[in-house]
């Protein structure tokens, strides 16, 4: 299945502090987002990276893609106690339909 | 606000019931999907609309039937669910088509209880 896993499923961190998510999946892919959800929200959409991209940045993330490993991380710098959520990678392949993992699930203490 | 509505956002009924949730876009988007959400789980893509048209059907069981009457307008129709049906469902729209244009934009969802 092209179904990411996020590792670890729950990280907790003070505030201020780096925070780093990882995504492994197991079939080659176009794409890979990563999206947040807030406590019984729907999702928002963080960052695309495509499969010939490497990183991207977005503010305060940063999305690494390595295809070889087909693994990805979603790096927050600077963390704040609003970053508290669950983040989601979702993986698209042909059809381009994402598909997304269980997620991990970030506390940041003030 | 990320211009995908759902109603209701609580829903609380029986196991005899029929009921309806409710999706509406404002985003021009021509893609629209239903997820379930449950606690543990990943995210379960349930169906999709693509043009009007149904493109995925994840093995959902007959109980939960789809209907979409326009690219703006999701509905998901209800009947004789079962309490493990509980869950957050999700709807989502976006651009059909490759690139960069599938980001998909989420409803706030619908907490459904089935007692």
């Known amino acids: 299945s092209q179904q990411g896993e996020e590792d670890p499923q729950a990280l907790s961190i003070q505030e201020g502090e780096n925070a780093t998510m990882n995504c492994s999946y197991k079939t080659s892919i176009n794409n890979l987002q990563w999206y947040r959800q807030n406590s019984g929200r729907g999702l928002v959409h963080l960052i695309l990276i495509r499969s010939n991209e ?23 710098t600077a963390s704040r106690a609003a970053d508290t959520a669950s983040y989601f990678c979702a993986t698209a392949g042909g059809s381009y339909i994402p598909t997304f993992g269980r997620g991990t699930s970030l506390i940041v203490h003030p | 606000e990320t211009g995908v509505t759902q109603t209701p956002r609580h829903l609380v009924m029986g196991m005899t019931n029929k009921k309806s949730l409710k999706c509406e876009q404002h985003l021009g988007h021509n893609a629209m999907y239903w997820y379930k959400q449950s606690a543990k ?28 009457p326009n690219s703006s307008h999701l509905f998901l129709h209800l009947h004789t669910l079962q309490p493990e049906d509980s869950a957050l469902y999700l709807c989502a729209s976006s651009r059909s088509g490759g690139g960069s244009y599938n980001e ?11 007692l």
């Open chain 2, 41 to 68: 789980k990943p995210l379960e893509l349930m169906f999709v609309y693509s043009l009007e048209e149904r493109v995925e059907n994840n093995s959902v069981p007959s109980r939960f039937s789809p209907e979409c």
């Open chain 1, 54 to 76: 490497r990183e991207k940045h977005s503010g305060r993330l940063r999305v690494t893609l390595d295809t070889s490993k087909k693994s990805s991380s979603l790096l927050i």
């Open chain 2, 104 to 114: 998909q934009f989420f409803g706030p969802g619908t907490r459904l209880t089935v």
